[in-house]
């Protein structure tokens, strides 16, 4: 059975400093996914990480896929205020459609 | 309307009514899923449909019951239900249930707060 961790679960961050949100997984997964909620609101599609290695950037986001260490991460490079959301990431177990969400990364960027 | 719209945005009920949720999408998909948000856990998987059909009940308590009339439409129907079932519902859908040869994801309705008192 696919289970997905987030660490860590809350990152308070300064404006213009960088970090990563890791998100491990216990089997095989087709793909990885990464989301963004904001406060009161659903989730917005970021990435979409389908083969080992894969790595995605929009703006201040990149995401990266290691299907060998069953690990991806989202790296934010100098976060401004507008990145402050819960972050989640999401495995999806072999042919089947599923997604198996991890907990959140709820981020707060300071200014 | 585009993408995935869901009704009502909040709902408040006793443990002996009966309600429905209603979910819409516009983007000509054949999957249709529903999730619950809970406060303290992961979002849950509960249903999932494929062209009408449901494909997957996660171990869902008897009390949630989903219809799939068509493709575009997708409800769950809500009786006797716990103060413990207050959470956000919310439903998605995508093209297939798995398309590994292209990006494919899931697009999220806004999502139903329940709360049963």
């Known amino acids: 059975e696919l289970k997905v961790e987030q660490n860590p679960l809350f990152l308070s961050m300064q404006e213009g400093k960088n970090y990563t949100i890791y998100c491990n997984y216990s089997?095989?997964?087709?793909?990885l996914y990464w989301y963004r909620q904001d406060p009161g609101k659903s989730l917005e599609s970021l990435f979409v990480?389908?083969?080992?290695?894969a790595v995605k950037q929009e703006g201040r986001l990149m995401a990266s896929l290691d299907t060998k260490a069953r690990l991806s991460t989202l790296h934010i490079t100098a976060a401004v205020h507008d990145l402050s959301a819960t972050y989640f990431c999401?495995?999806?177990?072999?042919?089947?459609?599923?997604?198996?969400f991890g907990q959140g990364t709820t981020l707060q960027v300071k200014p | 309307e585009t993408g995935v719209t869901q009704t009502p945005r909040h709902l408040v009920m006793g443990m002996t009514n009966k309600k429905s949720l209603k979910c819409e999408q516009h983007?000509?998909?054949?999957?249709m899923y529903w999730y619950k948000q809970s406060a303290k856990k992961p979002l849950e998987l509960m249903f999932v449909?494929?062209?009408?059909?449901?494909?997957e009940n996660n171990s869902v308590p008897s009390r949630f019951s989903p219809e799939c009339p068509n493709s575009s439409h997708l409800f769950l129907h809500l009786h006797t239900l716990q103060p413990e079932d207050s959470a956000l519902y919310l439903c998605?859908?995508?093209?297939?249930?798995?398309?590994?040869?292209?990006?494919?994801?899931?697009?999220f309705g806004p999502g139903t707060r329940l709360t049963v008192l």
């Open positions: 983007l000509g998909h054949n999957a």
């Open positions: 089997t095989t997964s087709d793909r």
């Open positions: 999401a495995g999806s177990p072999s042919n089947t459609g599923k997604l198996i």
């Open positions: 990480l389908l083969s080992n290695g």
């Open positions: 998605a859908s995508s093209q297939d249930l798995a398309r590994v040869s292209r990006k494919d994801t899931q697009y």
């Open positions: 449909y494929s062209l009408e059909e449901r494909v």
